[in-house]
Structures are given as C-alpha cells and as structure tokens.
C-alpha cells in the first residue's frame, strides 16, 4: 500500500481510509474515478474491496499476474482481487479460519464476474492432481448450467443472476479444493412468464430452441421459432449463434458434472413443457373456463407424463378443503391463465432448486474428514429503482442482514484487535441498522408477520389492505412512512406505497402484488397432477408427501427470511471478506465513469458507512517491524540499523517526526495512526529521503556486489589452487614413486651388478658402464709413466683392459713421437739392455742401470788427451763407446788401469800414460764373445776365439765400472746379440793361452775382485 502512496495525487488512495475527507462522498468518488481513469478498478477501504466495472479486458487476471499476489500480504500488493482472495485463501490454511467472500453490487456491476475470479484464482495456486483437477474443473463447471437456467438478459446486464446464489468450496489439510456446495436463493420465477421491455427469459429457453438438434426439437414438439411460444414471443431476440455455442457449452457442463443423458432429456421436456404450457389458451363461457387448445396441453402431458385429463382439470377448477369440506369450483378465465402461469413458475423454480441440489451431491466432497470452507457469496445488492416491489423488498431486507453482519464482524475485528493491541476501546459512533432489522423481522409487528398475516387471513384481503395494516401497525416506526392524507404533500409517493428508510437510504415500495407474490399460490390439483407424472425429475419435485399436508405453505417472504437467516448463521462463523461491485454508468459502456450513478451506488452500497466504521478508529496500522522497515531511514537512531525491538524503533522514529500524541497510538505489535495526514507526512519524508539513500544504497550495492565477485573468484580460485595443488601433489607422488622405482631398481642393479646381465641389473650396468666411460675420460692417465688406472665395473673387466692397453698404446705412442732423437736412441738402448739382461739372461745389476742414462763416453779428464789422440789414430773407424777399464792379467790376475774403446769394428784396450798411449788389444768385434756373470759384479769376460789366442794370451777379464752400458752398446752397434752371454754360475773358466783359468764367484761383502792365493782362482765377490 505505502508504495502508492507517493502517486496519490495522481491515481487516487489506492485506501479510501487515508482519505482526509472520510465523510464526503464526493471525495470518495473522486477518488474511485482518478483510478478509474488510469483503469485502476479495485480501491481498498481497509480489508474491503472495492470494484468498479471496467466494462473492458484490462488485463489483470493472466496467470503470470496472479502469481504476483501469491503469498503476498494483503497490504503489500496493489487493491485486487487476487490480493482479497490470496489473503482469506492464506488465513484459511495457515491460521484455519473459514472465510467468506461476500460479494454485493448492483445488477451488472460485476459481482458473478467477480465469484468467477475468485474461482479462477484459488484455481491457479492450488494443486492440479487427479480429483483436485476434476473438482476444479466441476466446480468451474457448475456455473454454465447455473447461468443457463439463472441467468437472463435485462435491462441492465446482458447475463444478469436472476438468483441469489452462496458457494461453499471446501478444502482438504493440503489445501486443495475437494468439494462444494451451492445455496440458492430468491429466483426470480416471474421472469419465467414475463419480461419487460428489451428484456428476455432465462438463457435456457433460447439455448433450447438454437443449440437443439432437429431431432430433439421434434421429441421435444418444438419449433425453431420464438414467436410460436407466448412466454418468449414478448422478449427481445438474442443472437442465435451464441445461443447455440452456449447450449452446446451447457451439454458440457451437464456431463462433467455428471447428469446423466436420461436426466438431461428430462431437463430438457421440462423446459420444452413450460413453453407449451404458456401457449395454453382458455375460452370462458358464463365464467368457466376451459382449455381451448389440445396441441399444446397434448404437448406439455406427453412431455411431462402426466394425465391430460386430471391437467385440464386442474388448469380449469380449484379444489379447497375446509376443515373436511372439499369443495371443487370451476374457474374464470383469468384465474385460469393465472393458475397455469403459477404452475410454470412452480416447474421452473422447482426445477431450478433440483439442479442445485443435483450440482451439490456432484460436488459432494468423498471424504468424511471434516474440511475447511470458503464461502462465496454473489448476491444481488441494494436495489432501489423508480418503481420497487415485493423482489426490492426480498433484496434491500437481505442487504440490511448483510449489513448487520458486516457491522457485527467488522466492529466485532475492530474491537478484537483494539484488545489484542491493548488499545483502549472507544465506542465508535456508528449507525446500527438492528432497527431497521427488527422492522421487518419482529413477531407481529414486523412487515414480515404482517404480511404473512394479510396473506393467511381467511376474507378479502388485498394489496392495500395489507398497506392499511402496515401503516397503522408501524405508523411510529423512525424507519417506516406510510402513505398519510394529512401529509399527503410532503410524501413523495403515492397511496398505494410505503417507505422505508434504510441504512442506505430511503427507498418507496409498491405494494402492488405483495400478496400474490408472497403468497405464492399454486393451486393445490395442479400440485396433485404434477405429483402423479411420471416424469423423473417432476414427480421428485411435487411430493405427494407436499400435496397431502394439510399445513399451510409458508409464504415466500417468509421462506426467504429464514434462508437469510440461515445464511447468516452461516456467514457469522466465518471470517467476512467484502468484494463491493460499482457500475460505472448505466451503458456497460467501457471508459466512462458517470458520477451521478457511482454516487448513487456509493450510497445505496452503504459504502461511506462501511469507510466511517473504518475509520473511527485509526486510519492506518501496521506491524512495528513493517514500519520501521519502511520508514527507519527517517531518524538517525534507527538509520540503517535498529538493534532494539521494533517498538521502541518505531517509538523513537514517531518521536523524532514529532507525531502529536493524538495522532497515533503504540499497540502491542502495531502501531496505529490516526489520521491519513500524518502517514502522509511521513511518507513524503521518506520519498524525499530516498533520493539521498539511492546514492548510499547504490553504492553499497555495488560494494556488495563487487565484494561478492571477488568472493566469487576467491572461491573460484581456491578450487583452481586446489585442483592445481592436487595435480602438482599427484605429479609428485608419481615422481616420488618413479623415483623409489628407480632407486630399488638401482640398489637391486647395484646388488646384482657383478652377475650376470639381468632385466634387473640391466640399466644399473648400463648406467655403471656409462658413468665409469665418463669417470674414466676425466681421469685418464696423461702420462705413459703413471700407473695408476682408474677402477672399472666388473662387467667393464675386459672394456678396461682394452681401454687401458690402447690408452697406454695411444700414450705410448704419443710419448714416442715427442722422443727426441737421442732419447729415443737412449731407450732403444734400455730395450736392449731389458732385453740382453732381463729376458734372455738375468743380471742383478741391471735394475740399477735402469734409471742412469747410457753414454757414449766415460773417459776421465787425465785420460782425455791420450784417449783423443788414440781416436785421430782410428783412421776413420766411429768410436762408438768408450769407458776407462780395469784389466785383470790372466796369470796373477794383477789389475791395471785401461781405456776401452769400442768401434763399430773393434774393441780395443788401451793403456795411458800422460798423455801417450799404448794399444793393448784390437780384437774385431765379429769374432769375441761376451760373458757377464749374473751377479752384482762389474766383471766382463772377452771370449777370445782359439785361433787369435796366440796373439792376445787369452781371454780379456775386464772390470768396467758401467757394465751393463758398455755392454749393451757394444750389442746395439754389432746388432749382435747371441755375442753376449749372461751365466749364473760359481764357477766361470776362461782362455788362457790353451789352459783354462778359473773365475769364482761369490756373493759377500765388501765386493772385491782378487786372486784366491791357495786356489790361484780369480774370486770375484759380488754384493747380494
Ligand atoms: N472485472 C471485469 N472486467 C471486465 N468486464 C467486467 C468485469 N466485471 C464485470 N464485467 C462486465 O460486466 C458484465 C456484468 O457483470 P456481472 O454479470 O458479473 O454483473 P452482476 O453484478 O453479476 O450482475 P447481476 O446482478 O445482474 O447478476 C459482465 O458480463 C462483463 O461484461
Ligand atoms: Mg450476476
């Protein structure tokens, strides 16, 4: 509600409460028309509704909008009847309170249009299972056949309910409808026989003779044609082929609602015999009447099932039984006509009643659980026209209970909610219709009694008699003017009416018809020869039980008083929902609004009564938390956040606007303002104040929403993290496991690595193999002297041997190519001596040369000079070595100082002196032989052959200090190597001139070489 009230000014209150005129009329219209304008149809004067005929589709009943309303607070939706219907629909369901939706208005202002709606809408938030939809669909269907036989056309509605009508749609736990039940009231059975101008009969009668087969028509005797039945040949004439998509809707309806195709021929004969039986014509010779056609008095008994006889019979005489006295007297003519007309009227309402019976046992709800209700009532309002009958007074009597109720219940809310509240209860100075109630319901002295009264005395009493009792019983009566002589010029009605001055307004009565009407006789052989038809329907509709009572019927006034009353007892335990229907002109003209017959209507409605009740109290209360919500903005203690209880918010705010103490009162749970002025302040504080909390809104807004972006893409990180992290820890543990692989692989390799190739050892070999390849290019030795060679796998054995053979090889190799000349010449020399000391013979001294360089020369510096000119002396012959000697003589082995001289021909001894020489020996070289011993000594033997003994006196024992260099250059230059002989023996014999001498050898110290004096031997003692 409080959304609307910042364009009042331009839509109207959409709550005539917070008009700030509540008493003026004029306001109040104005109010409905500035709505109206906008098609704004519903205003709310509190809980009531208010509705006026739009007259055209304004497009408020979709589906899609009736979600809208959907659990959705009466208050914070616009007025409509969704919101009215979503609210007694939710308190029926969620607090169990029965509801009822009363529905009042005049004749076309829209109230069936209204029930229909609520009907749809309690379709639309229900469920839609199996049996829900099937009675949905019944009880939506019901209202085709009820319209059909009903409703008629009139003056003022094209489908005006000729009928009263209360719906109870019952609802399980669940809440959904399971069930029904119709209560009809006052139908309008005149119309039956007559209509007034440009209006028609019941829709059914047209339906009938459009929508019909020829087949039927002819079982049914009809013709096509209006002007052949008396009854409609008056009315105006409808359109055909919606009469005819209308009956065939009708059929429909019938068969969902479960009428059997028996039943509905017999429907049909029914109606098809009442317009046989208004063409029934009577001629009247001497005062007695009788039937002057057969055709249709043949019609109606065929159709009917009834006796012709005993039907002419009753159609010309009436029977009376008096106290036992039964007496039969023929009838006039015009009594005649009256009686038939009675009896159509009887069938037709009789018939009306049954289909309302036979919907309600369709409806019936197939469960003996108690169910909850929501009752609909769309009954005809206030009516007050130029002329008012007997039916006004039926009408305007209901509307005065109505309004009682209203008073009862909306006074009764009022003051429960004061209590509830803890608001102290002022008597609200309000109009109580009781008096007006009680005029016409007290014993006796009641128009009702009074009437009843006119119309059981025995004796000519008539309309006016009845006016003359009425007067002068309720002469005093504040509510009632009779017709007064005295007064004549100030009455405004004539002698043959009566006022009565409603809650609504007065309203002048013609008591013309009163008692025809109340009395509603039908004559008692009529009622007899209908009880014995055969018809199914007629003879359940005329009891014989009815037709053998000897009580008097009640009147019709009577009747309807007490189903009024019933319906009050029905509607006083239920919460009261009121739906008020306005016709906005009397045209059914869309867009038009005419004031004069809105305000009108406003009055007879009782609606500026309905607004004062309302408002005697507070104009406006809502909930602290509601109002606070709204309005907090508009005090600094409560803006943006209220900590306390919503109560003392509101406290604080109402303080902080600087509401007088009048203007409202604190409940319990609610606040209430008082007058509509002071919510109004208030709410164009807070339309004011919103525009400077947009911006604050707006931009906490956009914080909220950025901050949820961000923890949006926050969570939507950590899930990324998480995924990655899992991903990264997967890749781990794989590597890890990869890895253990490979390490047990490797420890298990590197177990078995020496075995033989496996799967197992195979790559950890490989990977030894590779490593120590790489191991083994680093450290390779760089020298052919260094030894040391790296270790290898076993499974390298033969690898390594080879690497290190063609290593040593390559360095071999390279050693020899960076040999100087001389070097190389040197190690030649030391292979020779390997070879000559070594391999072939061993000579212990010979390790002990291995490390001295081999010269060419060992010729000490006294000897120089001699041993050069012996050289010049060589005639061309190559010294190749020369060394100084000791000579042993081969008799007394006395030693003596020589030069050795090797050439490349001969070896020569020489002796120095100074610088002088002597030539000793020159023994070629091709022809001695050489003998070392294998000892430590330096001793060499010069094997002379035998036959240059003679000239050299024997062997040469020589003692040269560098043996083992003499003599293996001597070997290199002859390249002679069997020349030389290595011996290891002790005994030694040499040449000496044809006889052998004797060399010993000994290992001892010190090393000497001497004559043996005893043996004369040459003892040579070499050291170990
Ligand atoms: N809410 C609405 N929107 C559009 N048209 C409507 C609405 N209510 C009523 N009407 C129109 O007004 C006509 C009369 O309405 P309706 O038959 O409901 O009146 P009523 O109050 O039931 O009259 P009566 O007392 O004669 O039965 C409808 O046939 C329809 O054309
Ligand atoms: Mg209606």
């Known amino acids: 509600m409080e959304i609307s009230l910042k364009d009042r000014d331009k839509v109207g209150v959409q709550d005539a409460v917070l008009l700030e005129d509540f008493n003026s009329s004029e306001v109040f219209v104005n109010n409905l028309q500035k709505r109206f304008n906008e098609n704004l149809i519903y205003t709310n004067i509190g809980p009531v509704l208010v509705s006026v005929n739009p007259y055209k589709d304004v497009g408020i009943y979709s589906s899609q909008y009736a979600k809208e309303f959907h659990k959705k607070h009466f208050f914070e939706t616009t007025p409509h009847i969704f919101a009215l219907t979503d609210t007694a629909y939710r308190s029926l369901i969620e607090e169990n309170r029965e509801q009822c939706i009363l529905i009042s208005g005049e004749s076309g202002a829209g109230k069936t249009e209204a029930s229909k709606k609520v009907l749809q809408y309690i379709a639309e938030v229900t469920g839609s299972k199996g049996q829900v939809e099937k009675v949905k669909n019944k009880l939506f269907q019901s209202n085709p056949v009820l319209e059909a036989f009903g409703n008629a056309k009139t003056s003022r509605n094209d489908n005006s309910s000729r009928f009263g009508k209360y719906m109870d749609v019952e609802f399980d736990y669940e809440g959904n409808p399971v069930g029904g039940n119709i209560l009809n009231y006052l139908l309008e059975k005149s119309r039956v026989i007559n209509q007034f101008n440009g209006e028609r009969n019941f829709h059914i009668f047209y339906q009938l003779l459009a929508g019909a087969s020829d087949t039927m028509l002819n079982d049914l005797l009809l013709k096509r044609n209006l002007e052949s039945y008396y009854y409609l040949s008056h009315s105006q004439k409808g359109t055909c082929n919606k009469e005819k998509s209308a009956f065939e809707e009708l059929n429909k309806a019938l068969t969902i609602i479960e009428f059997t195709a028996e039943e509905q021929i017999d429907i049909f004969k029914i109606i098809a015999s009442i317009l046989h039986l208004g063409n029934i014509g009577f001629v009247e010779e001497e005062g007695i009447a009788s039937v002057n056609n057969n055709e249709s008095i043949d019609a109606v008994c065929k159709l009917l099932n009834c006796d012709k006889e005993e039907l002419k019979n009753a159609l010309t005489h009436k029977t009376i039984d008096a106290k036992g006295d039964v007496v039969t007297s023929p009838l006039d003519r015009e009594t005649a006509i009256y009686a038939r007309d009675a009896l159509a009227k009887a069938i037709y309402d009789k018939l009306f009643t049954w289909l309302v019976q036979k919907i309600n046992s369709s409806l019936q709800a197939n469960t003996q659980r108690k169910n909850s209700v929501i009752g609909i009532l769309d009954i005809y309002g206030f009516e007050i026209f130029q002329k008012n009958n007997f039916e006004q007074l039926c009408i305007n009597f209901c509307n005065e209970k109505l309004q009682q109720l209203f008073i009862d219940l909306t006074l009764k809310q009022e003051q429960q909610e004061y209590l509830k509240e803890g608001i102290e209860w002022h008597n609200i100075d309000y109009f109580d219709n009781k008096i007006i109630c009680d005029l016409f319901e007290m014993k006796f002295k009641g128009i009702i009694s009074i009437m009843d009264e006119e119309c059981l005395v025995p004796g000519n009493t008539n309309d006016l008699t009845l006016l003359k009792k009425l007067n002068k019983n309720l002469q005093g009566h504040k509510h009632f003017k009779g017709f007064n002589k005295m007064l004549k010029k100030q009455m405004k009605f004539?002698?043959?009416?009566?006022?009565?001055?409603?809650?609504?307004?007065?309203?002048?009565?013609?008591?013309?018809?009163?008692?025809?009407?109340?009395?509603?006789?039908?004559?008692?052989?009529?009622?007899?020869?209908?009880?014995?038809?055969?018809?199914?329907?007629?003879?359940?509709?005329?009891?014989?039980?009815?037709?053998?009572?000897?009580?008097?019927?009640?009147?019709?006034?009577?009747?309807?008083?007490?189903?009024?009353?019933d319906l009050m007892k029905i509607l006083i335990d239920k919460e009261p929902n009121y739906i008020r229907c306005i016709k906005p002109n009397d045209d059914k003209r869309p867009s038009f609004f005419d004031v004069d017959i809105v305000s009108h209507q406003v009055t007879y409605l009782g609606l500026m009564e309905n607004l004062r009740v309302r408002r005697a109290g507070f104009a406006y209360r809502r909930s602290y938390e509601s109002f606070l919500k709204r309005y907090k903005c508009l005090c600094k203690q409560t803006w943006p956040h209220w900590h306390g209880n919503a109560k003392d918010g509101v406290q604080q705010l109402i303080c902080s606007l600087g509401f007088e103490n009048d203007e409202y009162k604190m409940g319990?749970?609610?606040?209430?303002?008082?007058?509509?002025?002071?919510?109004?302040?208030?709410?164009?504080?807070?339309?004011?104040?919103?525009?400077?909390?947009?911006?604050?809104?707006?931009?906490?807004?956009?914080?909220?929403?950025?901050?949820?972006?961000?923890?949006?893409?926050?969570?939507?990180?950590?899930?990324?993290?998480?995924?990655?992290?899992?991903?990264?820890?997967?890749?781990?543990?794989?590597?890890?496991?990869?890895?253990?692989?490979?390490?047990?692989?490797?420890?298990?390799?590197?177990?078995?690595?020496?075995?033989?190739?496996?799967?197992?050892?195979?790559?950890?070999?490989?990977?030894?193999?590779?490593?120590?390849?790489?191991?083994?290019?680093?450290?390779?030795?760089?020298?052919?002297?260094?030894?040391?060679?790296?270790?290898?796998?076993?499974?390298?054995?033969?690898?390594?041997?080879?690497?290190?053979?063609?290593?040593?090889?390559?360095?071999?190799?390279?050693?020899?190519?960076?040999?100087?000349?001389?070097?190389?010449?040197?190690?030649?020399?030391?292979?020779?001596?390997?070879?000559?000391?070594?391999?072939?013979?061993?000579?212990?001294?010979?390790?002990?040369?291995?490390?001295?360089?081999?010269?060419?020369?060992?010729?000490?510096?006294?000897?120089?000079?001699?041993?050069?000119?012996?050289?010049?002396?060589?005639?061309?012959?190559?010294?190749?070595?020369?060394?100084?000697?000791?000579?042993?003589?081969?008799?007394?082995?006395?030693?003596?100082?020589?030069?050795?001289?090797?050439?490349?021909?001969?070896?020569?001894?020489?002796?120095?002196?100074?610088?002088?020489?002597?030539?000793?020996?020159?023994?070629?070289?091709?022809?001695?032989?050489?003998?070392?011993?294998?000892?430590?000594?330096?001793?060499?033997?010069?094997?002379?052959?035998?036959?240059?003994?003679?000239?050299?006196?024997?062997?040469?024992?020589?003692?040269?200090?560098?043996?083992?260099?003499?003599?293996?250059?001597?070997?290199?230059?002859?390249?002679?190597?069997?020349?030389?002989?290595?011996?290891?023996?002790?005994?030694?014999?040499?040449?000496?001139?044809?006889?052998?001498?004797i060399i010993e050898v000994t290992v001892g110290n010190p090393e000497t070489i001497q004559k043996d004096k005893p043996t004369g031997h040459l003892l040579i003692r070499a050291t170990p």
């Open 494 to 565: 004539e002698n043959n009416e009566f006022q009565v001055i409603h809650y609504a307004g007065p309203v002048v009565y013609s008591v013309k018809t009163f008692i025809e009407k109340n009395n509603d006789l039908l004559f008692r052989d009529l009622r007899y020869a209908m009880s014995n038809s055969q018809h199914s329907i007629i003879k359940n509709i005329f009891p014989k039980s009815e037709v053998m009572s000897m009580r008097l019927p009640e009147t019709a006034f009577t009747k309807f008083k007490k189903s009024v009353n």
């Open 668 to 997: 319990k749970t609610k606040i209430f303002i008082r007058y509509p002025k002071s919510l109004f302040q208030t709410e164009d504080a807070f339309q004011r104040k919103k525009h400077d909390l947009v911006s604050v809104i707006k931009a906490t807004w956009k914080g909220y929403k950025q901050r949820q972006e961000y923890r949006k893409l926050k969570l939507a990180s950590i899930v990324v993290q998480k995924w990655y992290r899992r991903y990264q820890a997967q890749k781990a543990i794989k590597r890890r496991k990869a890895a253990v692989e490979t390490v047990r692989r490797f420890i298990k390799g590197f177990i078995t690595r020496n075995g033989p190739e496996t799967e197992i050892n195979k790559k950890f070999v490989a990977l030894a193999k590779k490593h120590w390849l790489i191991r083994l290019s680093k450290n390779l030795p760089n020298s052919v002297l260094i030894k040391y060679w790296p270790p290898h796998p076993v499974s390298c054995n033969e690898a390594s041997k080879l690497i290190q053979h063609y290593h040593m090889l390559h360095l071999s190799r390279i050693y020899r190519k960076n040999l100087t000349a001389e070097r190389k010449q040197q190690f030649e020399l030391k292979v020779l001596a390997e070879k000559l000391f070594s391999v072939n013979g061993h000579k212990k001294s010979y390790k002990n040369s291995i490390p001295q360089w081999f010269k060419n020369e060992r010729i000490p510096s006294e000897q120089e000079e001699a041993y050069k000119l012996f050289s010049k002396s060589l005639n061309g012959e190559r010294i190749m070595y020369s060394t100084s000697a000791v000579k042993y003589d081969r008799h007394g082995y006395k030693a003596r100082d020589r030069i050795l001289i090797a050439t490349t021909k001969h070896v020569y001894i020489i002796e120095t002196k100074g610088n002088s020489y002597t030539q000793k020996h020159g023994l070629p070289l091709n022809v001695v032989n050489l003998l070392v011993t294998a000892q430590k000594d330096k001793v060499l033997l010069v094997q002379i052959p035998e036959e240059m003994i003679k000239k050299d006196k024997g062997d040469l024992i020589l003692e040269i200090p560098q043996l083992i260099e003499c003599v293996t250059k001597i070997v290199s230059f002859t390249k002679n190597e069997n020349m030389l002989s290595v011996v290891d023996e002790k005994v030694i014999e040499h040449n000496m001139k044809g006889k052998p001498g």
